[in-house]
């Protein structure tokens, strides 16, 4: 079965230190790899996306992800963290053939002043 | 700027009263979703449309329902609400093409929090 697995619940964090959020991915189909980001009562705002190509991903605000085709993982890192960062993480797989996108149960990142 | 919208943004409703939320877009995407999403939950996909083709997850209740009478608006109907449908209701929309162009980023709109009395 398909499936994301985000491997922490939350992560708290002191500003400016550098974060590392997991997620890790099965599929044996093609797959398309996504971090959202949702603040309070919002809906979800894409962080980045990896289609195909280079394996280090770059977004919006800082964040960057890395496709690991060998350990199906697809991790997301900000080198330095604000408090605004604080907000739920959610990484996303599609699958290739449908139109279902899968999502993990979320990260909660808090920041710390 | 285009967008995804979702009306209203909060809704209370009666136990058993239905209600209809609503969801429009700009960005003139063929593909439109509704999500449920509980406390601290990832988002649940009740179904989307594919133009005009209805897809229903098969876990979706009989209950939940959807219209799309044209690109542009999409509206989700909770015929008999119940206290466990209280939730945070996500609309996203996407453009699919052929093969060579699928891209499977949805753009969410704010969401419309129900709240079932």
């Known amino acids: 079965a398909q499936s994301v697995t985000q491997l922490d619940s939350q992560v708290p964090v002191f500003e400016e230190a550098p974060v590392e959020l997991r997620c890790n991915y099965s599929?044996?189909?093609?797959?398309?790899l996504f971090w959202y980001v949702q603040y309070p009562n919002q809906g979800l705002q894409l962080l980045l996306k990896?289609?195909?190509?280079?394996?280090l991903v770059k977004g919006i605000n800082g964040f960057e992800a890395e496709f690991n085709k060998s350990q199906t993982s697809f991790h997301l890192r900000k080198p330095s963290v604000h408090i605004s960062d604080t907000a739920e993480y959610f990484c996303?797989?599609?699958?290739?053939?449908?139109?279902?996108?899968?999502f993990g149960a979320g990260t909660r990142l808090f920041v710390k002043a | 700027d285009a967008m995804v919208i979702q009306n209203p943004r909060y809704q209370v409703t009666q136990f058993g009263k239905p209600v209809t939320l609503s969801c429009s877009q700009t960005?003139?995407?063929?593909?439109m979703y509704w999500y449920q999403q509980k406390s601290s939950q990832a988002p649940k996909l009740l179904f989307h449309?594919?133009?005009?083709?209805?897809?229903n997850e098969a876990d979706t209740p009989d209950n939940f329902q959807s219209r799309r009478p044209n690109t542009s608006f999409c509206f989700l109907d909770i015929r008999s609400p119940g206290l466990g449908d209280a939730a945070m209701y996500l609309c996203?929309?996407?453009?699919?093409?052929?093969?060579?162009?699928?891209?499977?980023?949805?753009?969410f709109g704010p969401g419309t929090r129900l709240l079932v009395l």
């Open positions: 996203a929309t996407s453009i699919t093409g052929t093969a060579t162009t699928i891209q499977e980023t949805q753009y």
């Open positions: 599929s044996s189909v093609s797959v398309y």
């Open positions: 990896y289609l195909s190509g280079s394996t």
């Open positions: 996303a797989a599609y699958m290739s053939g449908g139109f279902k996108t899968i």
């Open positions: 960005l003139n995407h063929n593909v």
């Open positions: 449309y594919y133009d005009k083709d209805f897809n």
